[in-house]
């Protein structure tokens, strides 16, 4: 591990060098997009603060060592400060088609959570065939919100119209039109919170034909605020990281997780077990990533 004072400019830079973006197996993608964040703000620095905290890893996560594989951190995507969301879904398409066109699997750092649909959009474009695993607090399933049909709060509803089956994983906070959309929509599962808390996980967590290959997308909200206070909107009665994890290795078993992110982490400063959560987070999908 590296000193505290120290600024990597890449993930687990205090482990691996950065890999060189033809030869890793991974891509770190930083997206520091904050357009439509509705409560609390900062999600903003919520990239940098997951590669600073990165520094403090250890090289393996139970036996994997997800950097000796290579991982590539991308420059930070970065837009003018008039930028519209179109315009930074562009530039995220096209950073995560950087990462599949050398047969890498790209991680996103957010930002806000509207950063998922660029990756769906680059994924369409290869026209790969995938599942969206959803863990949130938020369904994220609007049509529209303050006017906006790109508003982190319609995310998911834009995948979904995408064509991509989605399954949910920790809602509690949820309006009346998504769930009459979510419980209409043939290509939306949900397991909310409260079916998550019993003493067993249900036996079957995704649809028989749920497709095997999934792009995971984790909005750190989705942990309870007790575990998780940064980020903007905290919602109580979350998951446990045990609970959550759990989760993931079960989800994980049969199939391949293609793709990633980690989103809407609002750092708060001096409070940095939550940054590291979230950086802990993403090397255990990598992990779980790894071939």
């Not at 250890?58 to 179109?86: F, N, S, W, Y």
């Not at 991680?107 to 995938?130: D, Q, W």
């Not at 959803?134 to 303050?146: I, P, W």
């Not at 979350?238 to 994890?245: E, N």
């Amino acid at each position: 591990m590296q000193s505290p004072t120290a600024r990597p400019r890449h993930f687990l830079a205090s482990e691996f060098p950065n890999a060189t973006a033809a030869r890793a197996a991974f891509h770190i993608i930083p997206v520091p997009m904050e357009l439509s964040v509705s409560y609390g703000a900062g999600a903003s620095r919520g990239p940098a603060a997951i590669l600073d905290a990165s520094g403090q890893l250890e090289a393996h996560d139970r036996g994997i060592r997800p950097g000796a594989a290579g991982i590539h951190t991308q420059a930070a995507v970065q837009l003018p400060r008039k930028a519209d969301a179109e315009a930074w879904l562009a530039a995220i398409t096209a950073s995560v088609a950087r990462a599949l066109a050398v047969k890498a699997r790209p991680l996103i750092l957010g930002g806000e959570h509207t950063v998922t649909l660029g990756a769906a959009r680059a994924f369409a474009a290869a026209r790969r065939k995938i599942g969206f695993v959803h863990f949130d607090a938020h369904a994220d399933l609007r049509d529209r919100y303050e006017g906006s049909p790109f508003s982190h709060a319609c995310v998911m509803r834009r995948v979904v119209e995408m064509g991509f089956p989605v399954a949910q994983f920790g809602t509690r906070a949820t309006s009346e039109d998504e769930q009459t959309f979510r419980s209409s929509h043939p290509l939306l599962t949900a397991f909310d919170a409260d079916r998550l808390t019993g003493p067993a996980l249900p036996r079957r967590l995704l649809p028989a034909r749920f497709p095997k290959r999934i792009y995971m997308s984790f909005d750190v909200d989705a942990l309870d605020p007790a575990q998780m206070p940064a980020t903007g909107t905290p919602v109580v009665g979350g998951l446990f990281w045990r609970q959550a994890m759990a989760l993931l290795d079960r989800i994980a078993q049969g199939r391949t997780i293609v793709g990633a992110d980690v989103v809407e982490l609002a750092p708060i400063p001096g409070l940095h077990h939550a940054d590291f959560t979230a950086a802990q987070l993403v090397h255990r999908l990598l992990a779980l990533m790894t071939p």
